[in-house]
């Protein structure tokens, strides 16, 4: 059971790792399905199919009311990231809970491996101020970046970050409103998250909660 129940209406940055720090991507395919359960799971109870050619881009299917609200995310090679908003009791545990191991399935029977995928259950920290979101919000969007997976991160394809730059774009998982209210335009956003010096504030903002190795 988890020590802090998590509070509906409220916002956590949630993220996990693979086990002993080690790859839970192998493909460009792997990154692809992620989100389609990603979106999947949002407006579903049922058991996500992967033997479909499911894209990344297919639009919500809204069957049921969404228990969360994905706000960002970043998909790196050995873990990701997730802001989300519970918006029903239990909702991140159980979207969590059959995400990550419907994932895990599709992974372990692709590759012909046994045993966990994740290290453990997913950690979710509460946001408890609008400053410490837009920090949060920032540091999961640069992730690519101090990584050094790329040099531009509009060329990072496995984040939310194009959502919130471009108006026109296919991305429809994550749901930036919230966030960009903050800004009177985009590009207020874009140089906010190019600001190094504010990045460092940033971390040293979550430093105390973050127990994820990148």
């Known amino acids: ?3 802090t ?21 192998f ?8 989100l389609s359960a990603a979106r999947h799971y ?11 050619d499911t894209n990344s881009n297919d639009p919500v299917s809204l069957e049921l009311k969404p228990k969360v609200e994905i706000l960002a995310y970043c998909l790196m090679p050995n873990h990701f990231h997730f802001l989300i908003k519970q918006l029903k009791e239990d909702g991140i545990t159980s979207y969590m809970r059959r995400f990550m191991n419907s994932y895990s399935h599709y992974v372990n029977v692709k590759n012909k491996r046994v045993g966990p995928l994740f290290q453990g259950r997913f950690k ?21 970046l101090v990584s050094s ?15 919130y730059i471009e108006k ?33 504030r940033s971390l040293e903002l979550i430093k105390h909660v973050l127990d994820l190795n990148s």
């Not at 949002?42 to 479909?52: A, D, H, I, Q, V």
């Not at 609008?130 to 640069?142: A, F, K, N, P, W």
């Not at 997976?149 to 959502?163: E, F, G």
């Open 1 to 3: 059971m988890r020590k």
């Open 5 to 25: 129940p998590l509070i509906t209406n409220h916002i956590y940055h949630v993220f996990n790792r693979g086990v002993n720090k080690g790859d839970i991507f």
């Open 27 to 34: 493909s460009q395919k792997d990154y692809e399905r992620f």
């Open 42 to 52: 949002l407006t579903k109870n049922s058991k996500f199919s992967y033997e479909k």
């Open 124 to 144: 979710g920290v509460l946001i408890d101020s609008d400053e410490q979101l837009l920090h949060v919000s920032r540091y999961i969007h640069l992730n690519p």
């Open 149 to 163: 997976l790329v040099a531009d991160l509009n060329d990072y394809p496995w984040s939310s970050y194009k959502a």
């Open 168 to 200: 026109n774009t296919n991305e429809d998982l994550s749901k930036p409103n919230i966030i960009l209210s903050n800004f009177k335009t985009t590009e207020d956003y874009k140089k906010f998250v190019s600001d190094q010096e504010d990045y460092a």
